[in-house]
């Protein structure tokens, strides 16, 4: 086995969790690029769908947007974004939604909206765009992102998307239907949600990492399951998939111009 | 009737001061020719509607015309945060904006019934998200028949829609190609709607009958702008320039440098520009 | 996934007595194999749901098959009323039948909103209508922005679809062109969808990027029954048969006619038949 | 002036009313009879909208049914049903609806739903279709019938579109904001709401018609305006263009199987 990034198994990591059954609402990033090396490894039949209208697309290099040309051409349809928030998203047809998050709480909850108060913000985020809806209406969802203490906190600036709320039943209690977060992959490791308390639990480290370097980049006390396991290190398949597709990437978005 | 004007005539009769205006585009065809040629006539006091607020929003922001943003997701795509923006919400710099804040979801569906009539839109949204608390624009319905509590939002009615699209023909049909985004719906939704095109064509014969296509008499004014939605692109004629989005991060990041930018590349030049700037993508 | 049936299987399958069912077709694309197929396997006590009952229902009407009707409006198109429907509300022959009656926009919002997973529509519609007061399931909702009273109907969400279509590829993806009516939003309404098409194609390479396709994980059963649609009609592939429809007129008004007839047309034969319908239209 | 039938008289009565700037949805029958010929005779920019999605259609012949082939090869672009329904019609685009009816009252009231009670009906009519909501989000109403006394009546059997209601600012009463009904053409007048009332008044009798031969065919007691005039005969290019469609229209769907 070849070196690998954190970077690099967070996103392997990822796309193993991916079958060809699933039905994925495919953000840009990380996401994209576990959704991608997923379709081009194991889950050849795998239905992506990017919130600008996209649906079953095949895209050769990574996009930088959500909604280059890439995605459109190779598509199987491509309809209007209100058709894609009604139809398909609300109307319960996506299986798998991936979040990212400014800031993550223990239960799966998300903050891309402010840092600071809402009214008078430190740091002014991008927002929840597709999140909110996207994190009641898929069956479940998957989180990537990379651990810092800023990031993984004990409690959000805001409440962008709901996750398992305070957890146990939290979400039944709401009305919804869906599972919510069932998924955390970061940079040092993979989390399940506890079965009773939905906090987010250690399942698997990933190749180096220790329990400790995972709770110094955690803003809370971290559970780690009974039954830790190593993540399985990336194969030469998903890691040269990966490589290749970023590679392939670059020289598309590199230069201006196409050059 | 569909006047085929300039750009400059077509934004001089279409967008007041203190509109409501939305210059739509979901990544795709982003009427960027548009947006700057209303900075050149220096509107003021705009409210501006967009799911995704990026860099044609952050300048128009930047330049001071803007008082309110209705939006769901304020990034420049791909790359980072709206520099622009953020110094007009943290600072007040070049003056306050006041914020609308949705989610997607619940933007498209405001879309979808300003096109559709309605006074609001009904969706299945915000459920235990934090929006609710800070948008009192953002309520509830109960569904007569099941109890359950649906959200609602206003419908958009902007005084006016201007989105780019890749032909009109000579009667102003508008044909719209690839990802169509809310661009149907935003100017059925508007009073007034203004078209920027990569080209001008006899007829749409031979077309597959369900393509997009906007009659002419729900549009008020067709422009022929090649190039327009630069840096954003247009399907079947050039590529996305994702170095210029990289180098919006930079020159937003200044107030000086954005200042010298606006003037070398939007407030010194006209709309013939955009046809070079796309060459070669 | 998909499957790849004999309409025979696909019905059987996918129809079960009791079942709430929608054929659907707006003038275009009517699924008359299928419904006929449904008519051999003697389905019992259905509920069935279109915005135009035409011929195929009351075909099933009049074969006893039905207990209930959702429609919007129960024409011969072009040609009159429908007489075994007629006969069935009438008459009570050969047994009674419930009917729910809407307005085709009531309709079609309700196809949309089972589409979109909403336990309702809401639409500006029924005012100073009739109908509100013959049916319970309209009702109405308050804008929370404007106090405007807006109706409000139950989504659509038939057990089964069954909708004709041009083409399928071999993964199953579905192609509807022309006329697509509400077809799309049935089949994403429905728990079960089963699509006849005219043609299997290899894939889908080369298409428009916005035509009306429908994924085959949104599909349980494709079936290949070339003029499926006949004596309704397949755009690209044949034409209305007028003449059949003037006859049906004669056929349905005469109860020993219409048996004579049903034994011979449909009893008797099978979906192969369908292909000979359409030469020459 | 060549002869001409009272049937032939009504659907260019209607055809006149019509101009270059409205936007029409279209029914079966008359109402696309006289609609065609405007687009062929003084209207060539009219636009024709069916209810099966088809904007913008130039038919050259007549369409049997509602969604005919000839209306989706013919139109500028054709849509779904639903979009039909929310954007064009109800989004308050369609400058002017024609209804017909089974029994239509004074005010433009219309029932195509019933003759006899509602649940014991002595015939079951088509129903409503379109009709209840054309009635109230097209800009205005033109109605074509054949006048007969079970027709025009004085007390509809069921209200399936509203017209005027009970006359007078009914339709505001109710938040309608469309004009409703503005024009009657039967085959044997063409009738006009009063301004104040908006009851139907006869405006004008076809060539050789009585006004006893208008009050023998209708239910309720006939207003004739004070300045009652006789329709204009049809000329030479509107009879011509009527007879061509009509020619053209029984050659296509004549025979079985396109003979």
Redesign the interface.
Known sequence: MTDFTPNEMMTIAAARALSN?D?CFVG?GAPSAACNVARLTHAPDI?LIY??????TRPSVL???????E???T????????E????W?????ITLGFLGAAQLDRFGNINT?VIGD??K?????????????I???CGKIFITMKQAVRGLVEKLD?????GH?DGGD??RR???RTAGPALLITDLAVWEPDPETKEFTVVSLHRGVTRQMVQDTCGWTVRFSDRLEETPQPSELELGTLRDLQRRTELA?G????N | MTKFQSLREAVAENLHDGDTAAFEGFTHLIPHAAAHEAIRQGRKDLTLIRMTPDVIYDQMIGMGMVKKVIFSYAGNPGVGLLRRMRDAIENAFPRGLETVEHSHAAMANAYEAGASGLPCAVLRGYVGAGLKAVNPDIRSVACPFTGEELAAVPAHRPDVAFIHAQKANRKGDVLIEGIVGVQKEVVLAARRAVVTVEEIVDDFEGLHPNLCVLPHWTVKSVVHVPGGAHPSYAYGYYARDNAAYLEWDKVSADRALFAEWMKTNVLGVGPDVFAARVKGL
Do not use: N
Not at chain 1, 255 to 258: E, I, L, N, Q
């Open positions: 059954d039905v840009i239905t919130e600008s209208g996209t649906i079953g996009p930088l947007s959500i909604g280059d040309g995605l459109c051409e598509a199987l349809t491509t309809v209007s974004v209100p894609m928030f009604r139809y998203l609300q109307g319960g047809r909206t809402y009214f913000p430190k740091v002014r985020l991008p927002g929840g765009g597709g999140a909110p809806e994190a009641t209406s805001f409440y962008t998307s709901f709320g939290h979400r709401l009305g919804i978005h230069g201006r111009k196409g």
